[in-house]
């Protein structure tokens, strides 16, 4: 669904990515673990079109999207959660979650998607008129979430989803992401915390400084050696 190929990135002077090549196959629940300034972030906002490509290629369902900006992406079908939220905290909930739906012209759809978004998540239906900026840190996760399931996307690429949440929180986000794969959704994640994803996830990579050291099923990764040294505390 998703193939990155010879992937080079550069701020400036500084290669960031490495002739990084991974792929996410409908369906599945992918991971890219690495400890912070790894490169994991850089990675996942050149797949969404935030961050040029300067060598390689990205292909979504066969066709060729690396010179594509980021709304035409979301427009194919890949919704974007951002690391630290980017919610709108002057808007309100709804109007957060309208300004997801800014490709969608019927009225009556977008009443639709947010009754669903709605539905899935009732806090935020209880909260539809509060500004964003005044909701904890996990609920404007959620929201996030909510925000970027609007336009129905076939891939979900989710970075740092755990970052600054408290640990019930986490767990609660990293089950909504299985549940939505599960539903049908192909999710790639980027995750400083290997410990969680590597539990949900159908496959793995690790990345360090800008390239892929390991990769294999996730049950594989969490019994590599680096990893479990580096990443899971053992």
């Not at 609920?139 to 996030?144: D, N, R, S």
Request: hydrophobic share 40%; glycine share 8%; aromatic share 6%.
């Amino acid at each position: 669904m998703l193939k990155l190929q010879d992937a080079e990135i550069f701020y400036g002077q500084m290669e960031v990515i490495k002739k990084v090549s991974l792929e996410v196959k409908q369906g599945e629940l992918v991971s890219v673990i690495g400890a912070n300034g790894a490169g994991k972030s850089t990675l996942i906002k050149a797949m969404m079109g935030l961050v040029k490509i300067k060598h390689g290629k990205l292909f979504y369902e066969g066709e060729d999207i690396t010179d594509y900006p980021a709304w035409k992406r979301a427009e194919l079908g890949i919704g974007y959660v951002p690391e630290g939220r980017r919610i709108f905290g002057d808007l309100t909930v709804e109007e957060n979650l309208k300004m997801g739906a800014y490709k969608i012209k019927d009225k009556a759809q977008i009443k639709k998607n947010l009754e669903k978004a709605y539905d899935m998540f009732p806090k935020l239906s209880e909260r539809r008129n509060q500004l964003a900026r005044t909701m904890s840190g996990g609920e404007q996760q959620i929201l996030a979430i909510s925000r970027a399931l609007i336009l129905e996307p076939r891939l979900l690429l989710i970075d740092e989803v755990s970052m600054g949440l408290m640990p019930i929180m986490v767990n609660y986000c990293f089950s909504l992401i299985k549940e939505l794969n599960q539903q049908g959704i192909t999710v790639l994640v980027v995750e400083q915390n290997a410990n969680k994803v590597l539990k949900i996830a159908d496959r793995g990579y690790l990345i360090e400084t800008g390239q892929i050291m390991v990769e294999g099923t996730a049950e594989s990764l969490r019994r590599n050696d680096v990893v479990l040294k580096a990443y899971l505390g053992e």
